[in-house]
């Protein structure tokens, strides 16, 4: 567990203990008494609000018992509710840290009102199994649940031969089903039939519409089964007769020809439509019979003696009991406080933790179910983490689920939409990932680092790609225009070769403008004499010292690195795993910080050992002394370049001397002037 740091606090009238946990203060449960008095603790200091019901690694069972009014979530009075229901029960309530799945009659408390009706119950349920001992467990109450159940299933099947007149055998339940399904359809359909044959004007009307058909007949109608369904179920009749063989709606046909093999043709055998009376004499069939059997279930229920009914109730207090007992004090470490989160123990993930994805050479532990796509899309991004999507799928179980994963450590350069990868559920078992969707955001200060690197080479690799591409493809065009243009004049007829082609209309020349280029000459010498300027006292300034080049080189890391680490470093601090939580239907009261030290045990990397063994297929190394050949040869020619520039000169090094002063103030001898040039005569 991360390092807690413990500090007296107190809230209403219970002197609480508080701890340091994921950076962030909650109250601590460590014994019975703090359960007991969870009532006192103020409601703003709980870490859940609610949770759901469905979704979590937690047994389902137990927190639909705790779920009291049937909402599919588990509120803070809820949670109370069941505390000081387990405290009253057990005589020592410490007995609520251990988790365990059984208890000795002899550790519930017989004083009070619940803790009589519990033990009494546990003693009833051990004596109908012949048991003498003194302990109850889950694994008794699972056998005595089987045992009720054979008993129940006996006395209807007893009561069954006696009252069960199958009217299609024991195609009947399959019968009722198909029946059900289509009747309505059936009914709309005689509907019909019978406007038609009131007035036969409203046969279009009560058909279906060729706008109707024309409005999807452009889309896959495959995929319009629902809209093809609304139409009616066969072409209506004057006869008012339902075909067997006559355009059934291609919607309902296969449910039609179950309804037809398993009721129709057993009552009307080798008939090739029926009327209505004929249909509503099948309906009438099945209801009667399931009629009769409601009625009978009922009767078989009132006749259901006191003892099984004891018997029933006996099994699930002891049931609600043993649950609760068993997960109440994990749920606390994963609802008041999230102690079980921040405990980097294998065997106490917290209930949200669903499994672990391998992808991209790493392994990540934060893993949680996705139940609306829509809600995290919406609020994943307010977590700062780097979220990566995936949709899995169990070719065992034969089914699908989204889930979310956080990259909490390592490079996220190979990562994209549609990588596959491997996630292991809780239980083991494998299922194929597919990434769905990426949520970008820092996952290291050492990514932070490299990360403008590598987009400024993304960048100038696809410019590059991109203008190649593009030169391609014109030089592409310009053969190909060239291949048509001699294709033509292969195929062109004798008297079009002889026609002479137009001569192009000559380009007229636009008169060289000496003043306008002599500007942009001055601008650009006054461009390349700033760089200059600032190269030479960039020179100067290198050259000074030794260390100053290391002192510029980390200046420059410093400007491009430094932005982006520091982001890094903000949104680190602040990654926050409750709106990811909030998403799925949780309310979080308070954060949920997976900070630096605590996020990189979240997501573990591959690490290889140093391999001795040569490699035949690696590639070969340039010899040291070619290494130290270029080296001094690159050096060599800045060096030369720097000196045959006179940029050397400012530490000492000038490739020529200055003239003394005195030869530099000797004035020149005078020269007659030049002529005045001839002004340009205008252009034409």
Same mark, same amino acid.
């Given at each position: 567990m991360a390092k807690k740091s413990i500090l007296p606090g107190k809230a209403n009238s219970y002197p609480w203990t508080f701890a340091s946990i994921g950076g962030v203060t909650r109250v601590t449960i460590n014994s019975g008494e703090d359960i007991a008095h969870l009532d006192e603790l103020d409601q703003k200091l709980w870490t859940v609000l609610s949770c759901p019901v469905k979704g979590l690694e937690f047994d389902e069972q137990t927190l639909t018992l705790m779920d009291s009014d049937g909402d599919g979530k588990i509120r803070v009075n809820e949670v109370v509710a069941t505390s000081k229901w387990l405290v009253s029960v057990l005589k020592d309530s410490d007995k609520l840290l251990t988790g365990d799945d059984q208890i000795a009659l002899s550790d519930i408390n017989e004083t009070n009102e619940e803790g009589a009706a519990v033990l009494a119950s546990a003693g009833r349920l051990l004596e109908r199994a012949g048991e003498e001992r003194r302990t109850v467990s889950l694994d008794d109450v699972a056998k005595a649940r089987e045992a009720f159940d054979e008993k129940v299933k006996a006395k209807d099947d007893a009561t069954a031969a006696?009252?069960?007149? +199958?009217?299609? =055998?024991?195609?009947?339940?399959?019968?009722?089903?198909?029946?059900?399904?289509? +009747?309505?359809? &059936?009914?709309?359909?005689?509907?019909?039939?019978?406007? #038609?044959?009131?007035?036969?004007?409203?046969?279009?009307? &009560?058909? &279906?519409?060729?706008?109707?058909?024309?409005?999807?007949?452009?889309? *896959?109608?495959?995929?319009?089964?629902?809209?093809?369904?609304?139409?009616?179920?066969?072409?209506? *009749?004057?006869?008012?007769?339902?075909?067997?063989?006559?355009? #059934? *709606?291609p919607a309902w046909q296969a449910t039609f020809d179950k309804v037809r093999t398993l009721t129709l043709d057993a009552d009307y055998p080798g008939a090739e439509a029926v009327d209505e009376s004929q249909w509503n004499a099948v309906v009438a069939k099945i209801d009667t019979y399931v009629t009769g059997l409601a009625d009978d279930k009922s009767a078989k229920i009132e006749n259901f003696d006191k003892e099984m009914e004891e018997e029933d109730a006996d099994i699930k207090l002891v049931n609600k009991f043993l649950r609760c007992y068993r997960d109440f004090y994990k749920l606390l470490k994963n609802y008041v406080v999230f102690a079980d989160f921040y405990t980097r123990d294998k065997n106490k993930l917290a209930v949200f933790q669903c499994g672990q994805l391998y992808i991209d050479q790493r392994c990540c532990d934060l893993c949680v179910?996705?139940?609306?796509?829509?809600?995290?899309?919406?609020? @994943?991004?307010?977590? =700062?983490?780097?979220?990566?999507?995936?949709?899995?799928?169990?070719?065992?179980?034969?089914?699908?689920?989204?889930?979310?994963?956080?990259?909490?450590?390592?490079?996220?350069?190979?990562? +994209?939409?549609?990588? *596959?990868?491997? /996630?292991?559920? +809780?239980?083991?078992?494998?299922?194929?990932?597919?990434?769905?969707?990426?949520?970008?955001?820092?996952?290291?200060?050492?990514? @932070?680092?490299?990360?403008?690197?590598?987009?400024?080479?993304? /960048?100038?690799?696809?410019?590059?790609n991109k203008n190649a591409a593009e030169k391609e493809a014109k030089k592409m065009d310009e053969l190909t225009a060239k291949a048509d243009t001699a294709t033509d004049n292969l195929t062109a007829k004798p008297a079009d070769a002889a026609a002479p082609a137009p001569e192009a209309p000559a380009e007229k020349k636009t008169p060289f403008d000496i003043a306008k280029f002599a500007g942009i000459f001055a601008a650009i010498g006054l461009a390349l004499g700033a760089i200059g300027a600032a190269l030479t006292g960039l020179g100067a300034f290198v050259f000074a010292k030794w260390y100053n080049i290391i002192i510029l080189l980390g200046l420059i890391v410093l400007v491009i690195s430094g932005p982006s680490m520091f982001i890094a470093w903000t949104k680190l601090r602040k990654r926050n795993l409750g709106p990811v939580l909030n998403a799925n239907g949780w309310a979080i009261n308070a954060q949920v910080r997976i900070n630096t030290a605590f996020g990189a045990t979240l997501t573990s990397l591959a690490k290889y050992p140093v391999v001795k063994l040569p490699d035949p297929y690696a590639d070969k190394k340039m010899p040291f002394w070619k290494k130290c050949l270029i080296t001094l040869v690159v050096l060599g020619g800045i060096f030369c370049a720097l000196y045959f520039t006179n940029t050397l000169k400012y530490v000492g090094l000038p490739y020529k001397k200055e003239a003394p002063a005195a030869e530099a103030a000797t004035p020149a001898t005078p020269t007659e002037a030049p002529a005045p040039a001839e002004a340009p005569a205008p252009a034409e």
């Amino acid at each position: 567990m991360a390092k807690k740091s413990i500090l007296p606090g107190k809230a209403n009238s219970y002197p609480w203990t508080f701890a340091s946990i994921g950076g962030v203060t909650r109250v601590t449960i460590n014994s019975g008494e703090d359960i007991a008095h969870l009532d006192e603790l103020d409601q703003k200091l709980w870490t859940v609000l609610s949770c759901p019901v469905k979704g979590l690694e937690f047994d389902e069972q137990t927190l639909t018992l705790m779920d009291s009014d049937g909402d599919g979530k588990i509120r803070v009075n809820e949670v109370v509710a069941t505390s000081k229901w387990l405290v009253s029960v057990l005589k020592d309530s410490d007995k609520l840290l251990t988790g365990d799945d059984q208890i000795a009659l002899s550790d519930i408390n017989e004083t009070n009102e619940e803790g009589a009706a519990v033990l009494a119950s546990a003693g009833r349920l051990l004596e109908r199994a012949g048991e003498e001992r003194r302990t109850v467990s889950l694994d008794d109450v699972a056998k005595a649940r089987e045992a009720f159940d054979e008993k129940v299933k006996a006395k209807d099947d007893a009561t069954a031969a006696t009252v069960d007149h +199958r009217p299609y =055998g024991d195609n009947t339940d399959d019968a009722i089903a198909a029946v059900n399904e289509i +009747r309505n359809k &059936v009914a709309d359909y005689f509907m019909r039939c019978k406007l #038609i044959a009131f007035d036969e004007d409203c046969s279009e009307a &009560v058909d &279906v519409s060729v706008e109707k058909i024309q409005a999807i007949s452009e889309k *896959n109608l495959a995929t319009c089964s629902d809209q093809i369904a609304d139409y009616p179920l066969a072409r209506p *009749n004057r006869e008012i007769k339902l075909y067997f063989a006559k355009g #059934i *709606n291609p919607a309902w046909q296969a449910t039609f020809d179950k309804v037809r093999t398993l009721t129709l043709d057993a009552d009307y055998p080798g008939a090739e439509a029926v009327d209505e009376s004929q249909w509503n004499a099948v309906v009438a069939k099945i209801d009667t019979y399931v009629t009769g059997l409601a009625d009978d279930k009922s009767a078989k229920i009132e006749n259901f003696d006191k003892e099984m009914e004891e018997e029933d109730a006996d099994i699930k207090l002891v049931n609600k009991f043993l649950r609760c007992y068993r997960d109440f004090y994990k749920l606390l470490k994963n609802y008041v406080v999230f102690a079980d989160f921040y405990t980097r123990d294998k065997n106490k993930l917290a209930v949200f933790q669903c499994g672990q994805l391998y992808i991209d050479q790493r392994c990540c532990d934060l893993c949680v179910k996705v139940t609306d796509m829509s809600k995290h899309a919406d609020m @994943a991004g307010l977590s =700062g983490m780097y979220l990566v999507y995936c949709h899995c799928t169990s070719k065992v179980k034969g089914t699908e689920m989204d889930i979310v994963a956080a990259l909490t450590d390592g490079d996220v350069d190979d990562l +994209r939409v549609g990588k *596959n990868a491997v /996630f292991y559920d +809780r239980s083991g078992l494998d299922w194929d990932a597919t990434v769905t969707k990426i949520v970008d955001n820092p996952v290291s200060i050492r990514q @932070a680092f490299w990360s403008p690197y590598k987009k400024l080479w993304k /960048f100038i690799t696809d410019k590059i790609n991109k203008n190649a591409a593009e030169k391609e493809a014109k030089k592409m065009d310009e053969l190909t225009a060239k291949a048509d243009t001699a294709t033509d004049n292969l195929t062109a007829k004798p008297a079009d070769a002889a026609a002479p082609a137009p001569e192009a209309p000559a380009e007229k020349k636009t008169p060289f403008d000496i003043a306008k280029f002599a500007g942009i000459f001055a601008a650009i010498g006054l461009a390349l004499g700033a760089i200059g300027a600032a190269l030479t006292g960039l020179g100067a300034f290198v050259f000074a010292k030794w260390y100053n080049i290391i002192i510029l080189l980390g200046l420059i890391v410093l400007v491009i690195s430094g932005p982006s680490m520091f982001i890094a470093w903000t949104k680190l601090r602040k990654r926050n795993l409750g709106p990811v939580l909030n998403a799925n239907g949780w309310a979080i009261n308070a954060q949920v910080r997976i900070n630096t030290a605590f996020g990189a045990t979240l997501t573990s990397l591959a690490k290889y050992p140093v391999v001795k063994l040569p490699d035949p297929y690696a590639d070969k190394k340039m010899p040291f002394w070619k290494k130290c050949l270029i080296t001094l040869v690159v050096l060599g020619g800045i060096f030369c370049a720097l000196y045959f520039t006179n940029t050397l000169k400012y530490v000492g090094l000038p490739y020529k001397k200055e003239a003394p002063a005195a030869e530099a103030a000797t004035p020149a001898t005078p020269t007659e002037a030049p002529a005045p040039a001839e002004a340009p005569a205008p252009a034409e």
